[in-house]
């Protein structure tokens, strides 16, 4: 079991991760908005599922390979540019259309789990991102560090699942004021597209 104060200073290091603004929850708070607080906390689910398949990656050893095989960082790369592509492709198709309350673009919620699940496997930022980050808190003599760095990343997507779930229910409270507002939607729909534009840019630019 890590000591006290390093979960403390673990978790504290998490949250402030979690706040900063990012395609995760900047897709939280936009489908909040849009489509009430239920379908940002369904994102949520699916944005920390995905994580389970990080944290056992760096558990395990494999994130090493996307650190040090250029191909493989570069599939994942493409696959996950070509993803957030895709939701750009959405986000400004659904601009161009008066989104109704139950009427519209509004995804079910296995839909928007599905969709988180795959924005965070499909990001090598993510692995790279674990692997350099939960080593720092491991330590050898307190046990197997692959235990550890489990344990490590259990704390980390939890304080990922409340903060989001916080910020979907904070975006959630002006969902009727967009409801009726038909320029509001559209303005968001494009703003997410295009930020969903340059994140995939980004991505697909970045390098090991």
């Known amino acids: 079991m890590l000591p006290i104060e390093v979960l403390l200073l673990f978790t504290l290091a998490s949250a402030a991760l979690a706040v900063a603004p990012g395609p995760d929850n900047i897709f939280v708070l936009t489908q909040s908005a849009l489509h009430g607080p239920r379908a940002g906390v369904c994102v949520t689910l699916g944005l920390c599922t995905g994580l389970l398949a990080h944290i056992a990656a760096v558990a395990l050893g494999v994130a090493v390979i996307f650190k040090t095989s250029a191909l493989a960082f ?4 493409v696959v996950g540019a070509s993803y957030l592509l895709y939701l750009a492709w959405q986000a400004f198709r659904a ?15 296995w839909a928007l789990y599905r969709r988180g ?21 491991a330590d050898p003599s307190l046990g197997p560090v692959s235990l550890q ?31 009726n507002s038909a320029r509001a939607q559209r303005v ?13 840019c980004r991505l697909a630019l970045s390098r090991q």
Not at 74 to 77: M, S
Not at 96 to 109: C, D, H, K, Q, V
Not at 188 to 200: E, S
């Open 95 to 109: 601009g161009s259309t008066r989104i109704e309350a139950g009427n519209g673009p509004s995804l079910s919620g």
């Open 74 to 77: 570069t599939l994942l790369k």
């Open 149 to 179: 760095i489990v344990q490590l990343g259990l704390v980390f997507m939890a304080c990922a699942l409340v903060i989001f779930s916080l910020i979907a229910w904070a975006a959630g409270q002006i969902g009727d004021w967009l409801k």
């Open 188 to 200: 968001i729909n494009r703003l997410t597209g295009g930020i969903f534009v340059l994140l995939a």
């Open 117 to 137: 699940i795959l924005m965070n496997i499909t990001n090598p930022k993510v692995a790279i991102f674990f692997l350099a980050f939960l080593p720092q808190f």
